[in-house]
C-alpha cells in the first residue's frame, strides 16, 4: 500500500522559513514523482511543486518560484519543500502526492497524504 505523511506545517511570521517533510512508505521514491500541492480556505487545491522519479526534472508555481525548493532523500525515502520568505497568501493545507514517473496533471497523482497545516501570521 502506499502511504504519504506530510509533517513539519505549523505557525510562522511573514518573511519565515518552514520545511515540509513527505515520508513515504509501500514504494520507491525512484519510481515516483512527487508533487506538492495546497489549498487554502474557500480556494481550489493548486500546484505547488514536482520532482521526478529521476530527480532531474522540477517545477514551481509562479507565486512560489525563487522561493520554494522541492527536494528529495532517496535513502530515508522523504521529499523535502523547503518554504522561505513566507507570505500570508502561503497559508493553506499542504499535501504531498505520488504519480507515476512523471510530473503530470493533478488526476495522475494516485496516492495523497492528509495534509498539514501551514499558517502565515503575524
Known amino acids: 500500500q502506499l502511504q504519504l505523511v506530510e509533517s513539519g506545517g505549523g505557525l510562522v511570521q511573514p518573511g519565515g522559513s518552514l520545511r515540509l517533510s513527505c515520508a513515504v512508505s509501500?514504494?520507491?521514491?525512484?519510481?515516483?514523482?512527487i508533487g506538492w500541492f495546497r489549498q487554502a480556505p474557500g480556494k481550489e487545491r493548486e500546484g505547488v511543486s514536482c520532482i521526478s522519479s529521476s530527480g532531474d526534472y522540477t517545477n514551481y508555481e509562479d507565486s512560489v518560484k525563487g522561493r520554494f525548493t522541492i527536494s528529495r532523500d532517496i535513502a530515508k525515502n522523504t521529499v523535502y519543500l523547503q518554504m522561505n520568505s513566507l507570505k500570508p497568501e502561503d497559508t493553506a493545507v499542504y499535501y504531498c502526492?505520488?504519480?507515476?514517473?512523471?510530473?503530470?496533471?493533478?488526476?495522475?497523482?494516485?496516492?495523497w497524504g492528509q495534509g498539514t497545516q501551514v499558517t502565515v501570521s503575524s
Open positions: 509501500g514504494f520507491t521514491l525512484n519510481y515516483y514523482a
Open positions: 502526492a505520488a504519480a507515476l514517473l512523471l510530473c503530470g496533471k493533478p488526476d495522475d497523482f494516485l496516492s
